[in-house]
């Protein structure tokens, strides 16, 4: 069982910056396709990004496109949302999750997931 923890989340100005930081609780994380969704209120949760194992590809959703970037430390077993230029409806909980083989948008197809954490951009 692998066990994800977000942290980092916040409140921030539009245009600000934040890091979201997701820390697995096994050593196999290097081994998984990690990705974070997120979740407003009233809304479905949506794909944000997501980063491969294997051959280290990522892939971002458009309205994050360009202002958000997905890194991983195997060695540290912590994968990591920097979201840059934030906007008001960039407000959510912020979600990362795991699967084996490549990443993927479709939620369901993950086998573990953190437990969120807020991020509130004010105008």
């Known amino acids: 069982q692998v066990q994800l923890v977000e942290s980092g989340g916040g409140l921030v100005q539009a245009g600000g910056s934040l890091r979201l930081s997701c820390a697995a609780s096994r050593r196999t994380i290097g081994s998984y396709a990690m990705a974070w969704f997120r979740q407003a209120p009233g809304k479905e949760r949506e794909f944000v990004a997501g980063?491969?194992?294997?051959?280290?590809?990522?892939g971002y959703s458009d309205s994050v496109k360009g202002r958000y970037i997905i890194s991983r430390d195997n060695a540290k077993n912590t994968v990591y949302l920097q979201m840059n230029s934030l906007k008001p409806e960039d407000t959510a909980v912020y979600y990362c999750a795991g699967k084996a083989g490549y990443y993927s948008d479709y939620g369901s197809t993950y086998d573990y997931w953190g437990q969120g954490t807020q991020v509130t951009v004010s105008s």
């Open positions: 980063i491969n194992w294997i051959g280290g590809g990522t």
